[in-house]
């Protein structure tokens, strides 16, 4: 690192003057806790009662005899409380608030699994929570605020311009400059000023601690390729931070294709070559805008990659050639869930099934002893509508359609 919440030339804080101090707290904070060895004890033992941690590394016997190559583990983030690594972020942050005497919670949510992730957080601690959400989100993922609600957060339907997450984020840091004093603000991926990203890849820095040991005992050896997904880039850096040193071991980063990378249409910073280098929501990094600076509209099937930026410990990963990226198409990704569940009975979130796609694309030309591991972010039952639609169950649409029907009028 050059300068502190740098990595290479990414990264940095570009914060508003009055969150000066508020920031200086917030490093502070994060400082003692990372130097006090009883901090990251309290959180272990949390995960481990609360979040199911350590979470298994499962070898993918059947998908390994499918396709003839490598050996396939899965890292099972998916068995995490309320279904995916979200768990690990929100509850560290949870106990970094309760060290410095704050009672309010604030979140930014796009699909709203990071809302959910907090709310219960948020109820589990005691704390007071706030989640905002772009109104057109709100519409879209009805289950999730209801969730959000049922667990006493509050949501705030944000309407101003896309009423999407780029205009929620906006939101939260406005309402973080009237509360300071009893507000933290949970930023849900390793991005944002710092200390963000820092701060969330070291509580996610607990996946690759623990797969690091689990690999070398089930297959005898590290693996030769490490696959994520990467929408913000917290599982990716999670895993990663296992091997970062292991130069034999390859990471390989997987974006949202979406329609494809020719079609405009798709969250794809660093494998397309659309991404350009920019300052936004607070720290600079490769961002899917126009020559104007403005945010372009990103597509994926998979709502949690389906963001403008990237983390900026990932783009000088990736400048450097640590990391290699590659993208899989909403297509793709359906595919591979089907092979998934079918082979495995295992249901991976869209998210993940972006990483299990270019797994399945290099298993096969990778000799039989070699074992590769892929992060398997979260579970895909939240994505029950979008895989229900995706392959056109019939019987599907007519239970909705009936669901519907009770609750018309007069009925
Ligand atoms: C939110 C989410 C992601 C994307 O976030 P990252 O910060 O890139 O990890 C990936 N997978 C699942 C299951 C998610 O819920």
Known sequence: M????????????????????????????YEQARRDPLFWEEYVDLMSTYSCRPTPLTFAENLSRHFGGARIFIKREDLNHTGAHKA?????????VKRMGKTRVIAETGAGQHGVATATMAAKFGFECTIYMGEEDVERQRPN????EKLGAKVVSVKDGSRTLKDAINESFRDWVTRMDDTHYVLGTVCGPHPFPSMVAWFQSIIGMEVRKQIVKSAGRLPSRVYACVGGGSNAMGIFQGFLDDLEVELVGVEAGGYG???GRHASRLASSDGSPGVAQGYMTMFLQNSDGQMLDTHSVAAGLDYIGVSPLLTDLAERGRVRFEAATDKEVMEALDLTMKKEGIIPALESAHALVQVFKEVGGLPPDDAIVINMSGRGDKDIFTIAHAFDDPSWKEFIRNKGAEYEVGK
């Open 2 to 29: 050059t300068k502190k919440g740098y990595y290479g030339e990414w990264g940095g804080a570009f914060i508003p003057e009055v969150l000066y101090e508020t920031f200086k707290e917030l490093n502070l904070a």
């Open 261 to 263: 990378l020719d079609s």
């Open 145 to 148: 605020v209801f969730w959000m």
């Open 88 to 96: 690990n972020n929100v509850m560290g942050q949870g106990l970094l």
